[in-house]
C-alpha cells in the first residue's frame, strides 16, 4: 500500500521537480559525508607502517598513533605557528612522545613551486618513518603531500598517486574551488615524477 502511494506522488511530480528533489538529496548526502570526515579527524593509512595521514591532531592521536602504527616523525603543513594553542599542545605532546617535528607551510588556496615541491618530496623521504602527515583538515594540503609520497617516494604510480586528492578524503577537486589549486600543482609536477603523457 505505501509502496503503492509513492509512486503516484511520484507520477504527479514533474520531472523537473524531480530532478531538483534528487539533487537536494546528494547535496545533503555529500554535506552529510564530509562533516563526518572532517568530525572523524580524517585518519587513514597512506602505506601501513611507513606512511598515514590525518586533519590537525586532537589531543591524544599523536599518543595513539605512536602506540599503534610507531609513529617516528610528524609532518605539520600548517607551518610554525608557536602562541597558538593547537601547535603548542602538538610540538609538547610530539616531544614527549619522542617524535620529531617537521614544520612545512603551505597554503590550499595556492600552487607550491616545483623547488617547494621538491623541498617537501625530500623532507618525506628522508623523515624518520613511519610518517604522520596532517594540515587542518586533512583534505587538500596532505592530499597533496600524501601524493607526491606514493608518487616519489613509493614509487606508487599516477592512479594510487592522485587517489590521495579525492572525495574520500574530503578533498573537492573542481576548478573553480580555492582547493583545486593542489590540484594544478599535482598535475604541472606529473612530467617530473615520470607521467609525461597526462
Known amino acids: ?37 572532517a568530525l572523524s579527524g580524517n585518519v587513514h593509512t597512506v602505506i601501513a607502517g611507513e606512511i598515514y595521514r590525518a586533519g590537525q ?64 618530496i625530500a623532507i618525506m623521504r628522508d623523515a624518520p618513518k613511519p610518517l604522520l602527515i596532517h594540515c587542518a583538515g586533512g583534505s587538500d594540503r596532505t592530499g597533496l603531500a600524501s601524493a607526491f609520497y606514493v608518487a616519489a617516494v613509493s614509487k606508487g604510480g599516477e592512479s594510487a598517486a592522485e587517489d590521495q586528492l579525492s572525495l574520500r578524503f574530503g578533498h573537492i577537486a573542481l576548478p573553480n574551488l580555492d582547493a583545486y589549486a593542489m590540484n594544478r600543482t599535482f598535475e604541472r609536477m606529473e612530467p617530473e615524477l615520470g607521467y609525461p603523457n597526462s
Open 1 to 37: 500500500m505505501v509502496y503503492g502511494s509513492a509512486r503516484r506522488v511520484i507520477r504527479r511530480l514533474s520531472p523537473l521537480k524531480l530532478v531538483l528533489i534528487s539533487a537536494a538529496v546528494s547535496l545533503v548526502c555529500l554535506i552529510a559525508y564530509i562533516i563526518g570526515v
Open 57 to 120: 591532531p586532537r589531543p591524544g592521536l599523536l599518543d595513539r598513533m605512536e602506540r599503534q602504527h610507531g609513529i617516528r616523525t610528524v609532518l605539520n603543513l600548517r607551518g610554525h605557528n608557536p602562541g597558538s594553542p593547537w601547535y603548542d599542545d602538538e610540538v609538547a605532546e610530539s616531544r614527549r612522545l619522542g617524535i620529531q617535528h617537521i614544520n612545512f607551510r603551505m597554503s590550499s588556496k595556492e600552487e607550491l613551486t616545483p623547488q617547494e615541491v621538491r623541498t617537501l
